[in-house]
């Protein structure tokens, strides 16, 4: 297996010699450990969310055809990071996952080789997990979950979707078909390959999910689909106006930061939020719509109910719809509550040791590993895009040790007692959510 990924991605020690990259000196390091007032230079500067090409007469496209191998999407997909990244080459030792260090040791730890599409292959294996990731993300945000699957004996193989793993501005190029279109590849090439394939999908991820099945006739192939923060609808009530706002051409950003963050963007464009809401409006219609036959299979969902990027209530609904379907009785849904609601001993959060500071379960950490060396509970980086407007708030966030949610309540509780709160990039269940992943699997017949 490591002889065929240093083959696939063989091409990346050519293209780093002739890279002009101003970055190329740089670490992880020096972005995510960077003071104060230097993250202010980047948001001020736009350092990392500004058009970038590394030769500016190359145009890579990929055409998504569905007869084109999956290791030529591969191919494709790196040689895209590389030409639009800025970052794509500087070093990041420090924030090889365990699924990095184990299963792709052959391959230098830069940025280009932490984020970019990926698959995991066991000898004449027939059954696979396909995991999309969420808006503004990359598929490093599936490195945990892949070895666990990896480790249960499924191939995994991982997208990235169109606009991502370069600069933020990319995200305002794009359309929610660009992703539909990249999904519908990955899926329907995979069942040239595959007898048995899971779909999993992290917040936009899942919804693509749900768009999909509602856009295409049942396969036998497919067999379960699994859940993260399902993106069903967003939380904003402003989200409505996006597609409309989107045309107004000095209305660019919703968010501006430092995009210290190099596996994801923290800033956020207008297009993007747009593209969501077109997207959501798919899933949001099941509601008052019969689920279609491609629908009976089992699911697996978990999801917080403090999430404050997507309203959860909306998900539970779309999920208790579909558990009436006679092949989804055994489906498993996890949901994250606060811990004043808490009422079950063995889930209070507070009596383990890795959530002694966790107020509560955000939306964006449910995927990662507390172990995961950029996003884990004893790393450096901090999530604190919530303080944006206030300096010295986001200051003092870069060094707190609380994580949670960034609803209002938090952050108002927390200033009241002059104190500030990192929203939480980590899910301190995680081995017990992979307990249920593995229940949820053997009850269905999909896991010795």
């Known amino acids: 297996m490591k002889f065929k990924i240093l083959i696939i991605f063989g091409f990346y020690f050519l293209l780093s010699i002739f890279s002009n990259s101003n970055y190329a000196n740089e670490s992880c390091d020096s972005i995510i450990i960077a003071n104060f007032s230097e993250y202010q230079k980047l948001i001020d500067n736009g350092t990392y969310r500004k058009q970038f090409a590394r030769n500016k007469h190359t145009d890579l496209n990929f055409d998504y055809d569905v007869k084109t191998p999956f290791s030529d999407y591969l191919i494709f997909a790196k ?7 800025p970052r794509a080459l500087i070093k990041c030792d420090k924030y090889k996952t365990a699924m990095f260090n184990n299963l792709t040791s052959l391959l230098k730890p830069n940025v280009v080789n932490l984020i970019a599409p990926y698959q995991l292959t066991h000898k004449n294996n027939n059954k696979v997990v396909l995991l999309i990731h969420g808006l503004t993300d990359t598929p490093y945000h599936f490195h945990d979950l892949s070895l666990k ?3 249960m004996g499924f191939d995994v193989r991982t997208l990235l979707l169109p606009g991502h793993g370069t600069t933020a501005s990319e995200l305002s190029k794009i359309s929610y078909k660009d992703w ?28 693509l999910i749900f768009d999909y099945l509602k856009n295409n006739e049942k396969d036998d192939k497919i067999k379960a689909a699994l859940f993260w923060s399902l993106g069903s609808e967003a939380k904003s009530s402003s989200a409505k106006y996006t597609p409309y706002l989107n045309y107004l051409p000095f209305l660019t950003w919703v968010d501006k930061s430092a995009d210290i963050d190099f596996a994801k963007y923290e800033s956020f464009p207008l297009n993007a939020a747009a593209q969501f809401y077109n997207l959501s409006k798919n899933v949001m219609s099941l509601l008052n719509e019969p689920l279609s036959d ?3 299979i089992p699911f697996y969902a978990v999801s917080s109910d403090v999430d404050n990027t997507i309203n959860s209530d909306t998900s539970y609904k779309l999920f208790a719809k579909w558990q009436l379907k006679n092949n989804a009785k055994n489906s498993l849904l996890t949901r994250y509550k606060p811990r004043d609601k808490i009422n079950t001993p063995s889930v209070l959060c507070v009596k383990l040791a890795n959530c002694k500071t966790v107020i509560d379960i955000s939306h964006t950490g449910i995927t990662n590993s507390y172990q995961n060396p950029l996003y884990g509970k004893d790393t450096l980086y901090r999530n ?7 300096p010295s708030l986001y200051a003092s966030c870069l060094q707190t040790n609380t994580f949670g949610e960034n609803h209002e309540k938090n952050i108002h509780q927390f200033e009241a007692i002059n104190k500030t709160m990192a929203r939480l990039t980590f899910n301190p269940h995680f081995d ?14 999909l896991l010795n």
């Not at 040689?79 to 990244?85: A, D, R, S, T, V």
């Not at 604190?384 to 206030?390: A, K, P, R």
């Open 180 to 207: 539909q279109l990249a999904t519908n590849y990955i899926i329907e090439n995979s069942k040239k390959d595959y007898e048995e394939i899971l779909l999993g999908g992290f917040s936009t991820g899942g919804a």
């Open 384 to 390: 604190c895009s919530h303080y944006l407007n206030e």
């Open 294 to 296: 491609a629908f009976n």
């Open 432 to 445: 017990q959510m992979i307990s249920d992943i593995k229940q949820f699997l053997q009850t269905n017949a």
């Open 149 to 151: 699957f990896y480790e």
């Open 79 to 85: 040689k895209h990071i590389i030409q639009l990244n």
